[in-house]
């Protein structure tokens, strides 16, 4: 299949690490199930439900999280107004996008266990603002998942290798080194790790509210002629991937709090 265009999509340069295996591994799945998915996504109530997420993680973030950096120590460190902006729109991106990712992801593991996922959601289109606009022009550049630079944060979270965030941020190493020697220890916190948690979960439960039904049950897939291999890597792919982009979504609104930014997003009629 071609590359998933997201214009049309998520409006944004940034491919998600779930999207990019699932393409790699599993693309007879993904090219089954992104064009129900998309016009879900193109939904104004599948937007409110992103929104409302983000808005979740800033106020468990906002309980337990004293930032003790702020801007003022990446301009001591030698970052320039412009290179803190830049970084500020990386991070702007991954704070409206992950959890947009992270809803479908986790209707999409909803979907191999159930009959039918969605349907339930308004389908009032949404539009492009201009804050998509602008997210559509920022390149990111993604940093090899595997990169040393990345070992104590993979070590630390556990995990195989980079999250897309922490990746995104790895131009900026000094950076993410003063945000990381804070952010590490969030996870002592048990408000921090429950709120994770929570957007975990509020994103399954929310699958029934996708506009567009989607049936991607194990079922369902064998008889479109999908192999036993690629299903079981779709879903492992998509298991892996859906609590990292939940806990991501919380380790990108604490390094924008430590920012500054502590605005909520309005949920739009």
């Known amino acids: ?33 992104w064009p129900s ?33 702020d801007r003022s120590d990446l301009m001591l460190q030698g970052m320039t107004s412009i ?24 209707a999409l593991a909803d979907a191999f266990d ?21 997210h559509l022009i920022t390149e990111v550049k993604m940093v090899d998942a595997n990169h040393p630079f990345f070992s104590n944060i993979i070590n630390v979270l556990q995990l195989n290798e980079a999250p897309d965030l922490y990746r995104a941020l790895g131009k900026w190493e000094f950076a993410v080194n003063i945000f990381w020697d804070e952010l590490q220890h969030l996870a002592t916190y048990p408000d921090f ?3 994770g948690r929570a957007l975990y979960y509020y994103a399954r439960a929310g699958s029934k509210f996708l506009a567009v039904p989607l049936n991607a049950n194990s079922s369902s897939l064998k008889n479109l002629g999908i192999s036993d291999e690629e299903i079981i890597r779709a879903q492992q792919i998509i298991n892996d991937h859906v609590p990292v982009l939940a806990m991501m979504i919380m380790h990108c609104t604490a390094i924008r709090l ?9 949920v739009q009629s």
């Open 114 to 134: 159930r009959e039918q996922v969605g349907g339930q959601g308004s389908d009032q289109l949404r539009g492009l603002n201009n804050r998509e606009k602008n």
């Open 83 to 106: 290179e803190v902006q830049e970084l500020e729109t990386v991070l702007d991106l991954f704070h409206y996008v992950q959890p947009q990712v992270l809803l479908i992801g986790a």
């Open 37 to 69: 998915v998309i016009k879900s996504i193109d939904t104004q109530g599948f937007l409110n439900s992103a929104l409302y997420m983000a808005d979740m993680a800033l106020d468990a973030c906002e309980l337990v999280y004293d930032p003790q950096t």
């Open 1 to 33: 299949m071609d590359r998933i265009n997201f214009t049309d999509g998520f409006r944004s340069k940034w491919f998600p690490s779930l999207f990019n295996q699932l393409e790699t591994d599993a693309p007879n799945y993904l090219s089954y199930i």
């Open 193 to 195: 790790r429950r709120r």
């Open 258 to 266: 430590a920012l500054g930014n502590s605005t909520r997003e309005v």
